[in-house]
C-alpha cells in the first residue's frame, strides 16, 4: 500500500502563486507515476498533470501548460505542483494520486488540498 498526503492549498488571488505538495510514504518502490487532478464543485474531477518517478517525463492538461510544473523529490518521496499564474478557474479541490503500472488507473489517491483564487 502506499500513503499520500497533500498539503499547500490556500487562498490566493488571481496572478498569483502556490505550492502543492503530496508526500508519499509506505511501499512507495511500487510507483510508477504520480498525477494531480483536481475537481471544482459541480464538475467532474480532471487530470491537472503527471510525472513518472524517476521525474525525467511530464506531461500537463492543456490549460495549465506553461503556468504549471510537477516535479518530485525522490529523497523526500514528495511530489510537488508550483503553480503560479493562477486564475479564478484554477479554483477546485486538488488531488495526488499514484499508480503501479503505466496502462493502469490510479491505485492510491490523497484526501485533497483546497485552491482558491479569487478575482
Known amino acids: 500500500q502506499v500513503q499520500l498526503v497533500e498539503s499547500g492549498g490556500g487562498l490566493v488571488q488571481a496572478g498569483g502563486s502556490l505550492r502543492l505538495s503530496c508526500a508519499a510514504s509506505?511501499?512507495?518502490?511500487?510507483?510508477?507515476?504520480m498525477a494531480w487532478f483536481r475537481q471544482a464543485p459541480g464538475n467532474e474531477r480532471e487530470f491537472v498533470a503527471r510525472i513518472n518517478w524517476g521525474g525525467e517525463n511530464t506531461y500537463y492538461k492543456d490549460s495549465v501548460k506553461g503556468r504549471f510544473t510537477i516535479s518530485t523529490d525522490n529523497f523526500k518521496n514528495t511530489v510537488y505542483l508550483q503553480m503560479n499564474s493562477l486564475r479564478p478557474e484554477d479554483t477546485a479541490v486538488y488531488y495526488c494520486?499514484?499508480?503501479?503500472?503505466?496502462?493502469?488507473?490510479?491505485?492510491?489517491w490523497g484526501q485533497g488540498t483546497q485552491v482558491t483564487v479569487s478575482s
Open positions: 494520486a499514484a499508480r503501479k503500472y503505466s496502462v493502469s488507473d490510479y491505485d492510491y
Open positions: 509506505g511501499r512507495t518502490f511500487t510507483i510508477y507515476d
